[in-house]
């Protein structure tokens, strides 16, 4: 067996540098060591981890079946790939001779794996290029076209292969990928040996999972450089706090405005810095601007429910708003999940004539679930019995699995391009304070996950009138006869715009909806001053069956859709009174915004 040389056995490199590659592998081998006994420390005691946690084989197989049962429509497909292989190698042969060709398959526009002009100039990574898109593609779509596949499986299945398809990319490779390859020589190695050592960090972060990082952690601080929009907090129980923030206007809006964000992450995503904070653009148009900053859950909740949920969150703080301000009138924001709560609340607020939100705005949240996109995925008898079997052994399920998921729908932009820039180019990642937000992951608790998962996405019993029963009250979305203002992204691949829009045929008051441009954060968070994206609104006095239908009526308008939403709530937030300032009204303050449950963070 031949040994790995020692570095300062290899003849290109210097005393110092071999010295400093000496220091570098006894660093790995002394954190590789530690690694491996951490683990098999976990393997003692909790035991092997399951083959196949998704539950894909039985797709799979039964998948193949089908696929195999007709064996004649197989084989024209595999001629069909082998005829386009054909007319690469000629084209790849024209090219080694010199000559010029148009190739034979090309990234899709915007696909940043292959911007690196050697994968153009150069012939052999130009073949490597497309024989890995024309495989690809056609694994891609000989997957779509199996007959006999029902519905849900086909999407499972068609989503794990893109999975699949993503991993293989030679950009993901060392010696596949041209800028890799230039980098090993020019460094001598050094950015491979960096990038275990990242890789080890990764490893150390995730306490023996991969952690990959997507920024410079330790740049942002919340309530540093982050989430600094100044207020108070002036409530809090065990599921939130409520944040109260200063007026920026003299003069503000009577009706005050809550905010209820996602428990899935964390609310300053409303306020990552001044220039794109809706939390400060709104106080500077003159709302009095509470929000619930959710609390990062232990074993201690893990038997909150979404009832539990509902009373201390919304409806907690409607209470802590009246004592705060003296009105009792409150219009709401409900963002992602945190909308899919507040369609509920006001349901049920609805059904007990409860009449304290004037106005409801919903961003990018579903409430009729029979299109889910691809989250939808996830959602099928066995994966959700394997997701509870994780929660029942620690009562919640981990902030990185709901990262992770989240992840995979975009996994060349948030898994493969990390993966390539910190263990294979040897970099560090680059601050950006978005996807500080991002990796800043927040738990769930196990009853509240389970009965979110399975009532709303499996079943979708909040859609159907009576199908959900919250504190004895029958949920009907039907009895929502408040204005709504209903934002949807385009190009959302978490709540599809299609999904969102559903919410017209079921709320029974009046509904302005509006489709941004960009998707689940940057539809939302697109402040004018950008000048970026667009919105479409139709103003048509009934909403169509269909998003498609409403589209062919709707006029594009460019820029951010916050002004459109400004003018439509502030004629519904009555008259002007003096701004209040936070902790000088009926709830003195209990600590600076951000407050402390935000600063609770899972993994750095």
Not at 5 to 20: C, F, R, V, Y
Not at 357 to 384: K, N, W
Not at 443 to 462: C, D, E, V
Request: aromatic letters at 10%; hydrophobic letters at 40%; proline letters at 6%.
């Amino acid at each position: 067996m031949t040994e790995t040389p020692a570095p300062e056995a290899i003849p290109s490199l210097s005393a110092a540098e071999a010295e400093k590659m000496q220091a570098a592998f006894k660093d790995i081998a002394e954190r590789s060591q530690k690694l491996l006994a951490d683990f098999a420390e976990r393997y003692k005691a909790d035991g092997p981890q399951p083959v196949d946690p998704l539950h894909l084989t039985n797709t799979f197989m039964d998948f193949t079946a089908k696929m195999l049962a007709d064996p004649n429509k197989l084989l024209q497909a595999q001629m069909a790939l082998w005829n386009q292989y054909v007319k690469l190698w000629e084209v790849t042969a024209k090219r080694m001779m010199g000559q010029s060709a148009e190739p034979i398959a090309e990234p899709a526009k915007g696909d940043k794996r292959f911007a690196d002009p050697a994968w153009r100039d150069e012939v052999v990574f130009d073949y490597l290029k497309q024989s890995y898109l024309l495989t690809a593609r056609w694994l891609q779509g000989t997957v779509k076209e199996v007959e006999g596949v029902d519905a849900k499986t086909a999407q499972k299945v068609e989503f794990y292969t893109r999975q699949f398809v993503d991993a293989m990319s030679p950009s993901n490779f060392a010696m596949t990928n041209p800028q890799v390859v230039k980098a090993t020589i020019e460094s001598k190695g050094e950015n491979l040996v960096k990038g275990l050592q990242n890789l080890l960090t990764d490893l150390e972060r995730g306490k023996g999972n991969l952690a990959i990082r997507q920024t410079d952690m330790k740049a942002f601080k919340v309530g540093g450089n982050v989430a600094t929009s100044p207020g108070k907090v002036v409530y809090q129980n065990e599921v939130m706090q409520l944040i109260q923030y200063a007026p920026a206007t003299d003069q503000v809006w009577q009706i005050p405005l809550l905010i209820v964000p996602p428990w899935i992450n964390k609310f300053y995503i409303l306020d990552l810095k001044p220039q794109n904070s809706f939390i400060k653009w709104a106080t500077e148009h003159g709302y009095t601007v509470f929000v619930v900053s959710w609390v990062n859950p232990d074993e201690h909740l893990s038997k909150l429910v979404f009832e539990d949920y509902m009373k201390l969150g919304p409806l907690a703080a409607l209470d802590a708003i009246e004592k705060a301000t003296g009105e009792k009138k409150v219009s709401a924001i409900g963002y992602c999940i945190g909308g899919t709560l507040m369609a509920t609340t006001l349901a049920y607020m609805a059904a007990r004539n409860d009449d304290r939100i004037a106005a409801c705005t919903f961003f990018t949240a579903q409430v009729d679930f029979t299109e889910p996109g691809e989250l939808g995925v996830f959602i099928d008898e066995d994966q959700l019995a394997g997701v509870e079997q994780v929660m029942s052994k620690k009562g919640y399920l981990e902030g990185t699995e709901m990262a992770t998921t989240f992840n995979m729908l975009r996994a060349n932009d948030l898994i493969w391009s990390f993966v390539v820039n910190n263990y294979l180019m040897g970099k560090d990642p680059f601050p950006f304070d978005l996807l500080f937000w991002n990796a800043d992951a927040t738990r769930m608790p196990a009853a509240m996950h389970s009965y979110y998962l399975r009532n709303m996405y499996q079943k979708n019993l909040l859609a159907k009138p009576g199908g959900l029963v919250v504190d004895n009250v029958p949920i009907d979305l039907r009895k929502i006869a408040i204005p709504v203002y209903l934002q949807a992204g385009k190009d959302d691949h978490i709540a599809p715009a299609k999904s969102v829009y559903k919410a017209t045929q079921l709320f029974s008051g009046p509904v302005r909806f509006m489709l941004a441009g960009s998707g689940h954060i940057a539809g939302v968070v697109n402040p004018p001053s950008a000048k970026k994206y667009q919105h479409w609104l139709n103003e048509t006095p009934k909403n169509p069956l269909t998003l498609d239908e409403w589209r062919d009526g709707a006029t594009e308008y460019p820029g951010s859709w916050w002004n459109d939403w400004d003018k439509w709530l502030s004629a519904k937030s009555g008259d002007k009174v003096p701004a209040r300032v936070p902790g000088s009204g009926g709830l003195p303050a209990i600590e600076d915004a951000p407050g402390s449950y935000v600063k609770v963070r899972l993994i750095d």
